[in-house]
């Protein structure tokens, strides 16, 4: 944003009445506010659109901030996310030794990252236009509150708690098509619990007596890590999935992957006994306690949440009363399921996928005080570069609490040795299990050019929120639908699930008609059959097209800072702005040479070991990492 637009908006409301607004507004209710002495503010996206559907003229918030004030939101976003670690908090939070604060850190970042950026935009707008009269509700009301007494309360709307975990994605897939449908938790929980009913009717898991490694895999995408599932068979194990947050299958093919592994399903039905409930009832009473006795510590937490001099907990209060008091039966609940399986059930091993999920942590925690091995196996691509280390650490991408972090390749363990400050003797190298079978597949005919989005907007991160960089990212997605439409080339979109609920779809009937638009299902059946990949933002589709030796384009999404990953600095694929992009993939589809296929298999190459084989190496790797532990105790 240059200076000149930063000042006009800042400096130049020209009406006495200021209404500020934000997506759970009653837009039909404020009828009445729209008019010519009246200036209207939106605080995201989905009110913009709205207002813009509309046709109501209106002020973006995203104005009145720059870049360098949001890399100062989301460092103090980061900061407050970190309040658990305070010994005037955290001696309050333990349970068992598991701190439930730190089980929120994901939820609790999301919040904080919306309060701070809405905070320092109201402030600018009201320091420029403090004669002015407000007129807002629900947090932006509490938030104009500390800067002026000309404010209306407009009692438009019902506020209540939202989380970036509150709407889950279940994909099914009727014939050949696949279809993303979105539950709220409410019915999700009831779909969850018939399924364990089910579970728990027709499948009994047993603890057996045998020789054989026994692993649990926990939270685990049966469709993802399918090759991890069925190779198990080929080893002397027993598996185990225990899963709360998704189903242990939704579709023929995973039920199937889950029969032919031999797969142990443990329901929360076969742990809710009498010992269950007097250990859940006690640790309730137990925290109880504790807890009533953290929020009489409301000058320390004032203190802490100080932003700018404001102290701000009383905006931030009712968040972490939500995920720490009002959830807290949940949690214990959660926490003594996760213990009684540990009574019941002799593990080698427990796996988790990373070491900020609220079950990743309980299951790592508990594996600890029985003595199980927990190993974090790498689930994902990520963004490695140093810029990036603060979202990592928060996405717990990380060794934390583990025994052993693993991951793909030389990258990876390079990045997290030098940067993630983990040391070398908890890394594992094995490779992607999850890419075992695409190292084998067969190749078809190249029929199209593939665009994929990205996992942006990153709702934890400042600039995911910012209206005028989402808009910039959709807009990006539509030119290069022009572009490859002038080429006259075949067009196939495949939009991330979350991304898609944002994308007006009509919009690519517009540009052409023929342009196929899918929102749910694999990308790799996609990726077979396509020319070359173009990628709006990082995209682990990216890793997946250099594997099938498919020419990738890299089109930056939105910028959080991070600046160049290692796909892009060591010549993994080619990075282009929109300005460039024709005249390059002119060039690509016309030269076959012009591509160099052989920086992007070099690449590959570091990326990922064990090609095609990393299933059989992990097995491998647990074998011997139990005779070793054996040894070392019988040594003892």
């Known amino acids: 944003m240059t200076l000149s637009k930063y000042s006009y908006f800042t400096q130049n409301i020209k009406t006495n009445k200021i209404l500020l607004i934000d997506s759970i507004i009653n837009f039909e209710k404020l009828k009445n506010f729209f008019d010519k002495d009246t200036s209207v503010i939106t605080f995201d996206y989905e009110s913009h659109i709205n207002l813009e559907q509309k046709q109501i003229s209106h002020i973006i918030s995203d104005d009145f901030i720059t870049d360098s004030d949001s890399s100062e939101l989301q460092n103090f976003a980061h900061k407050f996310s970190n309040w658990y670690l305070e010994k005037n908090f955290s001696k309050f939070l333990e349970y068992n030794g598991l701190n439930l604060g730190r089980l929120y850190k994901g939820e609790f970042l999301y919040v904080l990252v919306k309060i701070l950026k809405k905070f320092k935009e109201i402030e600018i707008i009201f320091k420029h236009n403090q004669s002015k009269q407000f007129f807002a509700e629900n947090e932006l009301f509490n938030i104009i509150k500390f800067f002026s007494n000309h404010i209306i309360n407009i009692h438009n709307s019902v506020e209540k708690f939202t ?121 309730i009473s137990q925290m109880q306690s504790k807890i009533h006795n953290l929020w009489k510590e409301d000058s320390l937490l004032a203190s802490f949440f100080t932003f700018n001099e404001y102290r701000i907990f009383s905006l931030i209060k009712p968040t972490l009363i939500e995920l720490i008091d009002n959830r807290l039966s949940f949690t214990i609940h959660e926490i003594e399921l996760v213990n009684r399986m540990f009574e019941k059930y002799d593990f080698d091993f427990s796996i988790i996928i990373n070491e900020i999920g609220f079950y990743q942590q309980i299951i790592s925690h508990i594996s600890k005080i029985f003595d199980v091995n927990c190993l974090h196996m790498q689930e994902g691509f990520h963004w490695d570069t140093f810029e990036a280390i603060k979202n990592l650490e928060s996405q717990g991408v990380f060794h934390y609490n583990s025994d052993k972090l693993i991951v793909w390749g030389k990258i990876d363990n390079n990045f997290s040795i030098n940067y993630g400050n983990v040391p070398s003797n908890k890394i594992k190298i094995i490779g992607a299990p999850r890419y075992d079978r695409l190292f084998n597949s067969k190749k078809t005919n190249e029929d199209y050019i593939l665009l994929a989005s990205s996992g942006d907007p990153q709702p934890e991160e400042i600039n995911g929120l910012r209206v005028n960089k989402i808009q910039e990212y959709l807009d990006d997605i539509l030119q290069i639908s022009n572009i490859v439409t002038q080429l006259n080339e075949n067009l196939i979109i495949k939009l991330h699930p979350s991304f898609s609920q944002l994308m007006n779809l009509t919009e690519f009937e517009k540009i052409n008609s023929k342009i196929s638009v899918i929102t749910s299902g694999e990308i790799i059946p996609l990726l077979n059959s396509a020319k070359l990949l173009i990628s709006v933002g990082l995209s682990s589709a990216m890793i997946e097209a250099l594997i099938l030796n498919k020419p990738v384009i890299f089109i930056p999404g939105i910028d959080y800072g991070w600046k160049n990953p290692s796909i892009i600095s060591e010549c993994g694929c080619l990075s282009l702005n929109i300005s460039e992009l024709k005249e390059n993939l002119e060039k690509i589809l016309l030269d076959k040479n012009f591509y160099s296929k052989q920086d992007s298999q070099k690449y590959i190459s570091n990326l990922l070991s064990f090609q095609g084989n990393a299933s059989e190496e992990f097995y491998n790797f647990l074998k011997n990492y139990k005779k070793e532990n054996n040894n070392l105790v019988t040594d003892k």
């Open 163 to 283: 989380s970036v975990n509150d709407e889950l994605r279940l994909s099914f897939k009727i014939s050949k098509y696949e279809k993303n449908i979105f539950l709220d938790k409410k019915n999700y929980l009831k779909i969850k619990n018939l399924l364990d009913f089910f579970i728990s009717t027709f499948f009994k898991t047993k603890n057996s007596n045998d020789s054989k490694m026994k692993i649990l895999f926990s939270e685990y995408d049966t469709e993802r890590f399918k090759d991890l599932f069925l190779t198990s068979r080929k080893f002397q194990t027993n598996i185990f999935s225990y899963s709360r947050k998704r189903p242990f299958f939704w579709n023929f093919s995973t039920f199937k992957t889950i029969i032919k592994s031999k797969c142990n399903m443990i329901s929360s039905r076969f742990l809710d006994d009498e010992i269950f409930k007097k250990n859940k009832n006690e640790g």
